[in-house]
């Protein structure tokens, strides 16, 4: 079963970045899909970003043009750059596989990496 391990988050403030990290292991990732997906305190998981294993990226409306997903196929690794960043970010921020949104399709979840955005 692929295992997932997020890094990278943290405090920031209004507008400031973070990049986000999340390594999976399996010898399939370089052409397996991976997305990015976020939960708010008392909200649904949502997602957020994916892109392909040949590079095709798509984002959530709330997040295109601020949020850019990256993959690093050597290091089974894919990254979320997130720039202009607004209070309603905040969120724990995790990875999964798959090109397909539906959190029904999902395997197990890693422990995910907090991001706040306060001031």
């Known amino acids: 079963q692929v295992q997932f391990v997020e890094s990278g988050g943290g405090l920031v403030q209004p507008g400031g970045s973070l990049r986000l990290s999340c390594e999976a292991s399996?010898?399939?990732?370089?052409?397996?899909?991976m997305g990015w997906y976020r939960q708010a305190p008392g909200k649904q998981r949502e997602w957020v970003a994916t892109?392909?294993?040949?590079?095709?990226?798509i984002y959530a409306d709330s997040v295109k043009g601020r949020f850019t997903i990256s993959r690093d196929n050597a290091k089974n690794t894919v990254y979320l750059q997130m720039n202009s960043l607004k209070p309603e970010d905040t969120a724990v921020y995790y990875c999964?596989?798959?090109?397909?949104?539906?959190?029904?399709?999902?395997?197990?979840w890693g422990q995910g990496t907090q991001v706040t955005v306060s001031s």
């Open positions: 999964n596989a798959g090109w397909s949104h539906d959190l029904a399709t999902k395997g197990n």
């Open positions: 399996g010898s399939i990732f370089s052409i397996v899909a």
């Open positions: 892109m392909s294993g040949g590079g095709m990226t």
